[in-house]
């Protein structure tokens, strides 16, 4: 008799056991699906080199936390002061297929507050910034804007603090589930600063783009080149490679 009990015990114990990590694995499962990150390489001839993270947690089922880095000093960046971009925000689908997130973002540097001159500081600027995603089963686009604006006035005598508005526009059409082709716009305007009279056009680039993805997602790599519409400029050029994790 107590043979048996402690065979039933064993049984009961062990699928407890198995029944807890079912639960663990799960709830891991789950926990793993909130959470998203996407890195990407880029460069082009303005920027030079700069990586470029992107993550969002799932905090409800219409509603994610949002972060990003950008490391500009991997190109230009590191003669803005090691200039570097770290924000925060939301985001969330209005309708199937289309993400909208506005974030705010922190810079260390100097580009902004000392107009590239000297060593960087914490709290060059700061930028407000929103982006809009189309993903659909034949189309993709990106709309993004910032306005990097200085928080602090750490010019030298006869220098300048800066100030900038960055926006793109893209738009794909998904060829295959390989390959994607479309047309990329993207304008970037000094809008004035300490000393600055007015605004000017730094670059106005515009032209097609090719992309090949991984048609079981986590990889792609984009190219893009044009023309440069800024009087003087020449043309452009953009490569990105990115992942999703």
Request: proline content about 3%; charged content about 10%.
């Amino acid at each position: 008799m107590q043979n048996k009990i402690t065979k039933i015990t064993a049984a009961v114990t062990l699928t407890f056991v198995c029944f807890l990590g079912m639960s663990f694995q799960q709830a891991s499962a789950q926990e793993e699906s909130r959470f998203n990150m996407d890195v990407t390489l880029n460069s082009d001839q303005f920027f030079g080199f700069y990586p470029f993270f992107s993550g969002s947690y799932s905090l409800s089922s219409t509603l994610d936390f949002t972060f990003y880095g950008i490391l500009w000093s991997g190109g230009s960046g590191g003669g803005w002061g090691n200039w570097t971009e770290f924000g925060v925000g939301v985001g969330f689908e209005p309708a199937e297929g289309i993400s909208v997130s506005p974030q705010i973002g922190i810079l260390g540097g100097s580009l902004l507050s000392k107009g590239a001159v000297g060593a960087g500081i914490f709290g060059d600027g700061i930028v407000p910034n929103l982006t809009i995603g189309l993903d659909k089963a034949k189309t993709e686009g990106e709309i993004y804007a910032g306005f990097y604006a200085p928080l602090r006035n750490e010019a030298p005598t006869g220098g300048t603090t800066l100030s900038y508005l960055h926006y793109w526009a893209n738009f794909g059409i998904k060829a295959t589930e390989f390959f994607s082709v479309g047309a990329h716009f993207e304008h970037l305007i000094n809008t004035g600063g300490s000393n600055v009279a007015e605004a000017t056009d730094v670059y106005q680039w515009l032209g097609p783009y090719v992309q090949f993805s991984n048609p079981k997602g986590g990889a792609f790599a984009r190219f893009s080149f044009g023309t440069d519409l800024v009087a003087g400029n020449d043309s452009f050029f953009k490569l990105t490679t990115g992942f999703s994790f």
